[in-house]
């Protein structure tokens, strides 16, 4: 056994070697290139920054907490590639009409403009298939806040306008937002029932992203949901079988109780287990929508419970 954790461990170091040739590589074929106006611009600023936010966490953890040094070390090549690809995306190295141009100024100007640019994937789709099911995603999203500002109304009338669809905000608007939540998770289940192409639900996934951000504030509300159907996403695209997932169980304590489940619930899977009966609600990816789901029969004085799958 001492010889197997020796050899995985020998094995770890030299696939963080393998991942500095990669990145080496990687790095080496934008570098002559990175003054290239043109390249900068091809780099998503956001897409950099979200890979910087979600692997700092972990290099800390690596490196502080668990001291897995080949993990940290092969999560700080990705910081430092992803840092590399930031200045490149901001245009640090390209030549700008105004001398002396600060790093946030260049921050700033490449934000805006990918602001502005948040329309051309969206053409790019034409009309895809499942347009009327990716329009409702987009417009139950826009709408889970409760508000809509101008940018979030444009960034709307224009793929509607490109996809020849009509959109309806009044009739989504009189939804509370607990079924909001529901509805738009149903949503994007009911989207991926249908087994669209791999790279449309990609494109689609980074859409919702483009939509929560493009009023530079991602609200509460828009975060609560994202961690959810992303879950859906990543396992759809990936089939993940790492993802957590949280089933939601429901438990009456007399034939009321029973009777009246019976009835709101004829679709639901009855489980008989451990001594009981219950009721499977669903299988969620984020604890917080699981918990939602139990608030939501917990005020019906149901007992409600949540197991990790």
């Not at 959109?167 to 509370?176: H, P, V």
């Not at 939509?211 to 859906?232: P, T």
């Not at 996403?233 to 089939?239: K, M, P, V």
């Amino acid at each position: 056994m001492e010889v197997l954790i020796l050899l995985v461990g020998w094995f770890a170091y030299a696939s963080v070697f393998i991942g500095m040739i990669k990145s080496y590589l990687t790095v080496n074929k934008i570098w002559t290139r990175k003054h290239d106006r043109n390249v900068a611009e091809s780099i998503s600023v956001y897409a950099a920054l979200l890979g910087l936010v979600s692997a700092l966490p972990f290099f800390i953890k690596y490196l502080l907490i668990d001291q897995d040094y080949a993990s940290a070390l092969q999560t700080g090549i990705g910081l430092a590639v992803g840092t590399f690809f930031l200045l490149v995306g901001i245009g640090f190295w390209t030549k700008q009409k105004t001398a002396n141009v600060t790093f946030w100024q260049r921050f700033i100007k490449a934000i805006k403009k990918e602001n502005n640019e948040a329309t051309d994937l969206i053409k790019a789709l034409v009309k895809p298939k499942h347009a009327e099911r990716i329009s409702k995603i987009f417009t139950q999203l826009v709408l889970i806040d409760g508000r809509i500002d101008d940018k979030e109304r444009e960034l709307l009338n224009s793929f509607h306008k490109i996809w020849n669809l009509t959109i309806d905000f009044d009739e989504l608007a009189n939804s509370s937002k607990e079924l909001s939540f529901i509805e738009l998770r149903d949503s994007v289940a009911d989207y991926v029932a249908y087994n669209p192409p791999y790279e449309q639900v990609s494109e689609v996934k980074g859409l919702l992203e483009t939509i929560a951000n493009i009023d530079n504030n991602v609200s509460d509300e828009e975060s609560f949901i994202l961690q959810e159907i992303y879950g859906i996403f990543d396992d759809y695209l990936n089939g993940d079988e790492e993802l957590p997932r949280y089933e939601v169980l429901i438990a009456p304590q007399n034939t009321d109780q029973e009777d009246m489940l019976e009835h709101l619930l004829p679709t639901f899977t009855k489980v008989t287990d451990k001594g009981g009966v219950s009721y499977r609600i669903g299988e969620y990816y984020s604890l917080e929508f699981a918990q939602m789901m139990c608030k939501k029969y917990r005020s019906m004085n149901i007992f409600t419970a949540i197991e990790q799958a």
